[in-house]
């Protein structure tokens, strides 16, 4: 089959736009609707098992897919060099500790430790793309968090605080990977990262918990359908298309969103009635989102048929 590549050979190179607030609701919505849908697959599957069939699932609907539509598979050992470096990261890690420790903190809790990634991704995109972190963005997304904490903490810590902390550095470290996809096409790529994955997972599922001892019932039929399908396969598509040509702070701001859908749920589904500080830290949270995801003001500069010199001297200062 041809190496045909879906886009340019650098996207890192493209244009940094503003992610779509409208795709970025329904995946923050998608995520957050994740740790409802885990709460109640755990029921009825250990938890490694559990997230290996996730990763695998989705992984599989997606290669299927892309074998239909007659999609360009990877070449080259450089390619799946970095498909399985993801994998590893972004699955194998990430859906691990996510899942551990959702088994061991309130969902709310859960969900908030493992969306800190706009802090954790603040020095990466400085030190590895060069993204200049403004006063702004910083102190927002630090103000942002503290809400979080606020909302959540009422619900408890528990023991699994440090793995949802490490399934948000590995996130963190799988969309900064996402950016080194390079042409790849994107279904297909991220695809083929969640069967990786998630065999790796399931090899570690079985060394930990032995034979998978999963009752297929219908709630966990339809539990891992949902995570499978919209909360693996379309929300990290998407999620993989905005980090190829957007700006990191800008694109992981959203996040903030993940967890507020997650408690909400929780108390409309789960009946984890939010405590006093819910509504100031919610406050906080919009706020801070507000501020991330806020153009700056550019400066104003003629317009070039205006200013004749303008075009003859391009690097003069524009007008404050």
């Not at 908030?112 to 954790?120: D, G, I, K």
């Not at 904490?149 to 699994?160: I, T």
């Not at 950016?179 to 790796?200: E, K, M």
């Not at 009635?273 to 949270?285: I, K, S």
Request: glycine share 12%.
């Amino acid at each position: 089959m041809a190496a045909r590549r879906s886009g340019p050979a650098d996207p890192i190179s493209g244009v940094r736009r503003s992610p779509s607030p409208a795709r970025m609701l329904w995946i923050t919505a998608a995520l957050g609707s994740c740790f409802i849908a885990i709460q109640w697959g755990l029921r009825d599957a250990p938890v490694l098992w559990f997230a290996a069939l996730r990763a695998l699932v989705a992984g599989g609907g997606l290669l299927a897919l892309g074998a239909i539509q007659r999609r360009p598979f990877p070449v080259g050992p450089g390619e799946w060099r970095r498909l399985t470096i993801l994998g590893l990261v972004n699955v194998t890690l990430a859906f691990g500790a996510m899942f551990a420790g959702a088994a061991g903190l309130a969902t709310g809790t859960a969900a908030v430790l493992a969306n800190a990634q706009p802090l954790l991704i603040l020095l990466p995109a400085w030190w590895l793309y060069g993204e200049t972190l403004s006063a702004r963005t910083t102190t927002a997304m630090v103000v942002g968090f503290a809400g979080l904490l606020a909302v959540a903490l009422p619900g408890g810590g528990g023991s699994g605080a440090a793995l949802s902390l490490l399934a948000a550095a590995a996130v963190t470290g799988g969309t900064l990977l996402a950016r080194r996809l390079g042409g790849l096409d994107i279904i297909v790529a991220t695809g083929w990262h969640l069967v990786i994955g998630g065999v790796a997972l399931a090899g570690l599922a079985g060394a930990i918990e032995g034979a998978p001892a999963i009752a297929w019932t219908p709630r966990f039929s339809l539990s891992l359908a949902f995570l499978a399908f919209v909360g693996t396969a379309a929300t990290t598509v998407a999620w993989f298309t905005e980090a190829r040509r957007v700006r990191m702070d800008a694109l992981t701001a959203w996040t903030f969103l993940t967890p507020v859908f997650g408690i909400v749920l929780a108390a409309a589904v789960l009946g984890e009635r939010p405590q006093g500080w819910t509504a100031a830290g919610l406050l906080v949270v919009l706020v801070a989102l507000y501020l991330s995801v806020r153009p700056t003001r550019q400066a104003w500069a003629p317009p070039p048929d205006t200013d004749e010199s303008a075009s003859v001297h391009p690097s003069r200062p524009v007008k404050p």
